[in-house]
């Protein structure tokens, strides 16, 4: 029958599907990869100026909000890792330099072609970088003392900044619009808060020559306040500088903050 | 220049690519007997119908037709990944070529060719795409069943009665005419593209009943959704539709009002193999309508509304279709 015919080429058509050939060879080549960074309270998209609640009848408005990754690494399927050249290995993700979205890019060129499922990256400078001296730090250290990310020499980096007002009804006497500063960073070599985070990807991120996957990571600032510990504008932290006792605290919250919320595949 | 028309003589011929509009024909004072089937179909796989519902196949009646169909649809996307994200607004327009033409008794072929134009609207700017978009064709059978014999009834009659109920079986494809762009797919919406760029294949069954002035159709529909050349692949898709008619006839002309249930479930898109996040989704829609025959044209308009809805991680909100046909019955 012509139509039982018909129909059994279109199924065979169907049945063809078209076959994509993985064998590529990815020697040798390179390309880019783009981390999207995203400031988030909660579900919402962080903005200047709103005013945001936490725990404990607190809340917070930011003007400034920026913090130091370093240390970018992918790992791939097969275990292998590529670390970013460590001099420019080092970035100010700083939310006024984010683009209509909100969103601060970092572009990396020069990733080896492979098919990555995780990230990890440092939260401020670690111990090695500073151990480079004034000299060793290239470009960054200019760049850092412009934006306010450097204290003296001795005492090394901000690794965060964010500045603002707080208000607390907790605190005794209440506090309508107090001054905000989290300026966490280590101290010298006395002490030390970087930390590293690792991210898997939902799903597999490949570099390839001709594809410019971007990676989307959601930091929620929330978390500085309400992490793994949660903190009292009212108890001190309403000005964080080089404490020892509230530096580490406020560095494992911001280690906490970041999560891959998607990726493309370009 | 309607004289020469009125003299032509219909012949059908529309297998795939060519329809022709075909010219008035006089004679066709009685109403046709109008069996309803709102073939609920085709939401056109193609990007628009990654989200939206299923638009029906063919014209109510069971009948052999060419015609041509508008669809309009929109939906509101979250631009974005916050709740606080901006939203756009997406306006699909679907034009469309259609028609259902019989081979044999049981046989038939259906073959739909559309045309894309859609817009997107963000906040600070917008989009626009438009194109020949995916063609779908698909061979009907038809099941025949005949009411039992009462006793007394005389054997010697060979002409056996039709029972109220009928049951189509159809196989199809969906073919990657419309262009798919894979820059877009990596929006909130996936499904503003043109096309799928796709080979899918079609698989549905319908059933009618219908007695009296009243009729129930219903429709289910399984798409088998293949990777494009872009190794990305719209999840499979299953529709499912209901609708039941009502036929007031006049003096030279007839309506039926309708009203109904359909719905579609989504299956997560891949690519490269990999399922994405958030893109699995369900909506339940209603649907009221109406078509008008007068001698052999059939004006069909409808209404479809969300009932419930989850689609992209509910980033995606399907908001009104509306459509209307005229139809041409061979």
């Not at chain 1, 399927?77 to 984010?98: K, R």
């Amino acid at each position: 029958m012509k139509i039982t015919k018909i129909a059994l080429a279109l199924l065979l058509c169907v049945s063809i599907i078209s076959c994509s050939s993985d064998d590529e060879s990815l020697e040798g080549q390179t390309g880019t990869l783009t981390l999207k960074f995203d400031n988030s309270v909660g579900d919402q998209d962080f903005i200047f100026g709103t005013s945001y609640n936490k725990s404990n009848n607190e809340s917070y408005k930011l003007t400034t909000l920026k913090y130091i990754v370093s240390n970018v690494r992918v790992k791939d399927s097969e275990g292998n890792t590529f670390t970013y050249p460590t001099e420019n290995n080092v970035f100010i993700i700083d939310e006024a330099n984010g683009n209509n979205a909100g969103e601060i890019l970092i572009t990396l060129d020069g990733v080896d072609a492979a098919d990555y499922t995780e990230i990890t990256f440092g939260i401020g400078i670690d111990q090695t970088r500073y151990a480079l001296g004034a000299d060793g730090q290239g470009d960054f250290l200019a760049n850092a003392q412009a934006a306010g990310m450097m204290w003296a020499w001795a005492t090394g980096y901000r690794f965060m900044r964010f500045d603002g007002t707080y208000s607390s009804t907790i605190a005794n006497p209440a506090v309508e619009d107090g001054a905000l500063a989290l300026h966490m960073g280590s101290v010298g070599t006395s002490l030390d808060n970087y930390k590293e985070v690792t991210l898997a990807f939902p799903n597999t991120v490949r570099v390839r020559e001709t594809a410019q996957p971007e990676v989307h990571i959601v930091a929620d600032i929330s978390k500085v306040f309400d992490g793994e510990t949660s903190v009292n504008f009212a108890d001190g932290y309403n000005q964080v500088h080089t404490s020892a006792e509230t530096t580490p605290v406020i560095a494992n919250n911001l280690k906490g903050i970041f999560e891959v919320h998607h990726v493309h595949n370009n | 220049m309607i004289k020469d028309l009125q003299n032509i003589n219909i012949k059908a011929v529309l297998i795939g690519l060519l329809f022709f509009l075909i010219p008035l024909q006089n004679e066709a004072k009685s109403i046709p007997p109008h069996e309803h089937s709102a073939f609920e179909f085709f939401c056109d796989l193609c990007g628009c119908s990654t989200s939206s519902g299923s638009s029906s196949f063919g014209t109510l009646g069971n009948v052999s037709f060419v015609g041509v169909r508008y669809i309009y649809q929109d939906f509101k996307s979250k631009d974005g990944i916050f709740s606080n994200s901006p939203t756009s607004t997406e306006r699909f327009n679907t034009y469309q070529l259609w028609g259902r033409v019989p081979i044999s008794e049981r046989f038939s072929l259906n073959a739909i060719i559309p045309y894309q134009d859609l817009k997107r609207e963000f906040e600070d700017r917008s989009e626009h795409r438009n194109g020949l978009g995916d063609m779908s064709i698909i061979g009907w059978y038809q099941f025949k069943f005949y009411k039992k014999k009462a006793e007394n009834e005389d054997d010697a009659n060979e002409e056996r009665e039709l029972s109220a109920h009928q049951l189509n079986f159809g196989l199809g494809a969906k073919l990657p005419t419309g262009a798919f762009e894979e820059g877009l797919a990596n929006r909130v919406n996936p499904g503003f593209q043109v096309g799928t760029g796709s080979f899918d294949a079609v698989f549905s069954l319908m059933h009618t009943y219908s007695r009296n002035k009243v009729g129930v159709n219903t429709t289910a529909t399984y798409y088998l959704k293949t990777e494009n050349k872009n190794e990305y692949r719209f999840g499979n898709q299953f529709s499912f539709a209901s609708n039941v008619y009502y036929n007031v006839p006049f003096e030279k002309s007839a309506l039926s009002p309708f009203i109904g249930v359909s719905g579609d479930v989504y299956d997560s898109i891949k690519q490269f193999g990999e399922a994405l996040q958030g893109t699995n989704g369900n909506i339940v829609n209603g649907t009221l309508g109406s078509e008008f025959m007068v001698d052999k044209f059939i004006v069909g308009a409808n209404y479809t509304f969300p009932i419930n809805q989850h689609l992209f991680g509910d980033n995606v909100t399907s908001k009104n279709r509306f459509t209307i046909y005229l139809n041409y019955v061979l």
